[in-house]
């Protein structure tokens, strides 16, 4: 008996693949995807660690006897576009680096260095998140304070600030200025040292200066009249600032008096408005 023939399929021939009257007549082409997810790089974290490897800079504040080295890392330093400005002048294996502040006040330019480091600057804010939160105690400060020393100690901050371009820190200290208690003599001397060593275009810290005493003639009459009138004398800009604002405060009174006086006329009766002045509390004291 013969074979049987085997036949082998041409692989040539097409393969039909479903019914025609269900398909488009052929197989459907599938692109498949070919590019790949995008791949996030990681930037590299500087830690703390590394921020002490920095060279170490020598801060010398005074001049002659009084002068006193302090030293800080370089990486910490530059926060300050001032002190990255001052860096930028030193080379690459330039073993002694040296920035001088010889006018700087020294317990101030410290207090700079701790909020570099910490972002915070003793005294702390006992409740950060709070509005009118007090302050640590500073044994340091003389109770009561007739000199002024915790205003101006923030006051000697905002203005270092201002010199080394850190805008967080001047408005740190700025709050903590009024969360600070004093005395009459205290705030006359606290309002010496802003009108002598502030812009007069700085209008953040000599408003409220001039503010306080201009609602407080009781505290000037009883308390500090003599040191006031030697204020006045020595800054000019004080005195008119002051004036300024009582004359402003006599105005409204007229205006307010004036309305007033027609709604009573016209049987209208209102709650009086008190007008505060400076928020922050003082210490009654000579």
Partial sequence: MADAEVQIPDPSADVEMGGEEEGDGGAEVVEEETMLPDVEVETKRESFLDFLKSPIIELAVGIGENETILTA?????IKSPYFQEACARFGPDEKRRRIDLPDEDLSAVGSVLEYLYNDEYFPKRLAPSAKDS???ADPSVPSPD????????????YTLAEKFRLPSLKSLAHSKIHRTNSTARGEIAYARYVYKETSRDDQQIRKPVAAFWATRSHVLRHEAEE?????????????????????DQKEKGKVRG?????ESSRGVTG????????????????
């Fill in 271 to 286: 709650t009086p408005v008190v007008h505060s002045g400076r928020k922050r509390q003082r210490t009654s004291g000579i």
């Fill in 227 to 247: 040191e006031f009138r030697t204020m006045c004398l020595e800054f000019p800009q004080f005195s008119f600032d002051v004036l300024s604002l009582v004359l």
């Fill in 73 to 77: 890392h370089q990486a910490l330093l």
């Fill in 134 to 136: 007090a302050l640590e």
């Fill in 146 to 157: 007739n000199t002024g020393a915790a205003l101006l100690k923030h006051a000697r901050i």
């Fill in 258 to 262: 004036g309305a007033e006086e027609a």
